[in-house]
């Protein structure tokens, strides 16, 4: 009773994927291939599955399930989708819709943790061979089996709950061809804030927990398999994954497509840059194109310089030369651009594009700011427990810090780049930025930002606080180890070490927090001025902050510029020798 649906609408209309006659007979002949090739392609996977005993191990096992899901997953919406081809009215009942929503949820989440616990299957075959049967035992397998149709039904159930408390009572007509969630969402005369809430919290998190679960198991899988000898048994170990990563990507694909579909009318966005005067134009690329080309030389000469000197190769080098390249990375994604439109009259860019910059601007610079942490615990390590450093700081540890550095910040990305996705832009189209940034792009949104903010200001702030936190947790140890240094200068030779990361984090963690930990509407023509420091001008120091106050960084640098005069002064007599030859 208290649940009851308070709609006056008896059934809704599926507008289907068109709405000419002249294509409803091809389309309804193509679905029903596909839908025919579908249920007999995972009836006979199950079939040779049951039939064969060699196939009778966990990863087979698994596969039949995910075959039978696949088969249920398509039977939900295609049977109906085909119907309405070849009807005229194309309704579908109230009842019958929700009914076709839950089971829809209920299968695709099924789908969803069956690829995730596959993805835990194949990473205890690689990386685990010799215990695969006891570990994957028949127990484990029907636990994680019960466990994903159980969170499944719940997790579908909540959903359609709150889909059953909404009041629809105008327009009857669902632009989708099935009862989809968001498209239903859309009818509704009341509030839609706790359905969007629960999608975008518990709904992300059900959804974002298998794709980690994946990620971490394949990047395990990767470092495994790069330390396997022989050529034959890292393809051996590939080709077990390959089919399930395909499956994987064509999943996520399909999500990001469907589940987080933009509504905005909006082509385009134009940029408002620095500033809006002709005349400030041609300095303003003058300025940024001499720092842009500073930072891509600084930065390759820190990573040439690294990569070719012996001395140098050690963790802390090892963090600092991926942090120029995350450096120059962050730089390229925004400078070119902007560039552009300094000597164009137009200044605009694409919906597709402005996420785009969105995205990567925001995975280096979370790259950026997980390294600084990084870095930050081995400054910690070297100074604090300096006999044990080179086992402590392995390959291995250096190897899986970086993974979970570009893991994390790519999936933070997503979440971030998905979110504003979901917006409906359909008055100003100007961002009052030099490029995509995400606050000024939800200023220009027609639909609520709310999740959006208490997204940034939780998951967001999480993301940047931790790696903050972490770096002034490892240098209060530093603080207080280096006190307890007898000589001074012991001391200052601990301080050296530190001072170049110091005046990094300073100025990226700074300019950070000026622009974005304050409210939405406080967004202002300062903050454009601030996000120069981090995404110019931090990049372009950092090769002049660690290599002046580097003595082994100096030392480097001029070994590379001695070794490349070498190489010119060698090309060049060569050069002129073939001149003077007869």
Same mark, same amino acid.
């Given at each position: 009773m208290g649940m009851s649906n308070l709609t006056r609408l008896s059934e809704f209309i599926l507008i289907g994927l068109s709405s000419h006659p002249e294509d409803q007979k091809p389309l309804f002949a193509l679905f029903l291939i596909m839908y025919l090739v579908t249920l007999t392609g995972n009836l006979l996977i199950i079939l040779a599955i049951r039939s064969d005993p060699k196939l009778q191990n966990p990863m087979y096992f698994f596969l039949s399930i995910l075959s039978f899901a696949d088969i249920c997953y398509t039977t939900v919406v295609v049977p109906k989708m085909l119907v309405n081809f070849l009807s005229e009215t194309k309704t579908i009942s109230y009842a019958e819709c929700l009914t076709q929503m839950y089971f829809f949820l209920v299968f695709g989440n099924i789908d969803s943790y069956l690829l995730a616990v596959m993805a835990i299957d194949r990473y205890v075959a690689i990386c685990n061979p010799f215990h695969y049967v006891t570990v994957m035992n028949h127990r484990l397998c029907t636990l994680l089996l019960a466990f994903s149709v159980a969170f499944s039904c719940l997790h579908s159930l909540l959903h359609v709950l709150l889909v059953n408390r909404l009041t629809f009572c105008a327009s009857n007509v669902i632009q989708h061809f099935f009862c989809d969630v968001n498209p239903v969402l859309k009818l509704a005369c009341s509030s839609t804030f706790v359905n969007e809430v629960v999608a975008m919290t518990e709904g992300m998190a059900s959804v974002m927990a298998p794709c980690i679960c994946i990620i971490i198991s394949y990047l395990r899988i990767l470092i495994a398999v790069f330390n396997i000898p022989s050529a034959s048994g890292k393809?051996?170990?590939?080709?077990?994954?390959?089919?399930? @990563?395909?499956?994987? @990507?064509?999943?996520?694909?399909?999500?990001?497509?469907? +589940?987080?579909?933009?509504?905005?009318?909006?082509?385009?966005?134009?940029?408002?840059?620095?500033? &809006?005067?002709?005349?400030?134009?041609?300095?303003?690329?003058?300025?940024?194109?001499?720092?842009?080309?500073?930072?891509?030389?600084?930065?390759?000469?820190?990573?040439?310089?690294?990569?070719?000197?012996?001395?140098?190769?050690?963790?802390?080098?090892?963090?600092?030369?991926?942090? &120029?390249?995350?450096?120059?990375?962050?730089?390229?994604?925004?400078?070119?651009?902007?560039?552009?439109?300094?000597?164009?009259?137009?200044?605009?860019?694409?919906?597709?594009?402005?996420?785009?910059?969105?995205?990567?601007?925001?995975?280096? +610079?979370?790259?950026?700011?997980?390294?600084?942490?990084?870095?930050?615990?081995?400054?910690?390590?070297?100074?604090?427990?300096?006999?044990?450093?080179?086992?402590?700081?392995?390959?291995?540890?250096?190897?899986?810090?970086?993974?979970?550095?570009?893991?994390?910040?790519?999936?933070?990305?997503? @979440?971030?780049?998905?979110?504003?996705?979901?917006?409906?832009?359909?008055?100003?189209?100007?961002?009052?930025?030099?490029?995509?940034?995400?606050?000024?792009?939800?200023?220009?949104?027609?639909?609520?930002?709310?999740?959006?903010?208490?997204?940034?200001?939780?998951?967001?702030?999480?993301?940047?606080?931790?790696?903050?936190?972490?770096?002034?947790?490892?240098?209060?140890?530093?603080?207080?180890?280096?006190?307890?240094?007898?000589?001074?200068?012991?001391?200052?030779?601990?301080?050296?070490?530190?001072?170049?990361?110091?005046?990094?984090? *300073?100025?990226?963690? +700074?300019?950070?927090?000026?622009?974005?930990?304050?409210?939405?509407?406080?967004? *202002?023509?300062?903050?454009?001025?601030?996000?120069?420091?981090?995404?110019?001008?931090?990049?372009?120091?950092?090769?002049?902050?660690?290599?002046?106050?580097?003595?082994?960084?100096?030392?480097?640098?001029?070994?590379?510029?001695?070794?490349?005069?070498?190489?010119?002064?060698?090309?060049?007599?060569?050069?002129?020798?073939?001149?003077?030859?007869?």
């Open positions: 393809c051996k170990a590939f080709s077990t994954c390959s089919s399930h @990563l395909t499956v994987d @990507l064509l999943s996520v694909g399909a999500f990001k497509s469907m +589940g987080m579909s933009n509504l905005t009318r909006l082509s385009e966005f134009i940029l408002i840059g620095l500033s &809006s005067h002709p005349e400030d134009q041609k300095p303003l690329f003058a300025l940024f194109l001499i720092m842009y080309l500073v930072t891509l030389t600084g930065n390759l000469l820190i990573i040439l310089a690294i990569r070719s000197d012996p001395k140098l190769q050690n963790p802390m080098y090892f963090f600092l030369s991926i942090l &120029s390249f995350a450096d120059i990375c962050y730089t390229t994604v925004v400078v070119p651009k902007m560039l552009v439109n300094f000597l164009s009259e137009t200044k605009t860019i694409s919906y597709a594009e402005c996420l785009t910059q969105m995205y990567f601007f925001l995975v280096f +610079g979370n790259i950026d700011s997980y390294l600084l942490a990084v870095m930050a615990i081995d400054r910690y390590v070297a100074i604090c427990n300096p006999f044990h450093y080179v086992t402590v700081m392995n390959h291995r540890l250096c190897t899986l810090l970086l993974a979970f550095s570009v893991a994390f910040s790519c999936l933070h990305s997503l @979440l971030h780049v998905l979110l504003v996705n979901r917006l409906t832009f359909c008055a100003s189209n100007v961002i009052q930025h030099f490029f995509c940034d995400v606050n000024p792009v939800l200023k220009l949104a027609c639909s609520s930002t709310f999740v959006n903010e208490v997204v940034a200001m939780t998951e967001g702030m999480a993301s940047v606080m931790a790696p903050c936190i972490c770096i002034i947790i490892s240098y209060l140890r530093i603080l207080i180890a280096v006190f307890n240094i007898p000589s001074a200068s012991g001391k200052c030779k601990a301080f050296s070490t530190c001072s170049s990361h110091l005046t990094v984090v *300073t100025l990226f963690y +700074g300019s950070i927090t000026y622009v974005y930990f304050q409210p939405l509407s406080n967004y *202002t023509v300062k903050d454009r001025i601030a996000t120069i420091i981090y995404t110019v001008l931090t990049s372009m120091l950092n090769p002049f902050i660690y290599s002046l106050r580097n003595k082994d960084m100096k030392r480097g640098l001029e070994k590379l510029i001695s070794r490349v005069k070498t190489q010119m002064d060698m090309l060049s007599t060569a050069q002129a020798n073939k001149i003077h030859e007869p």
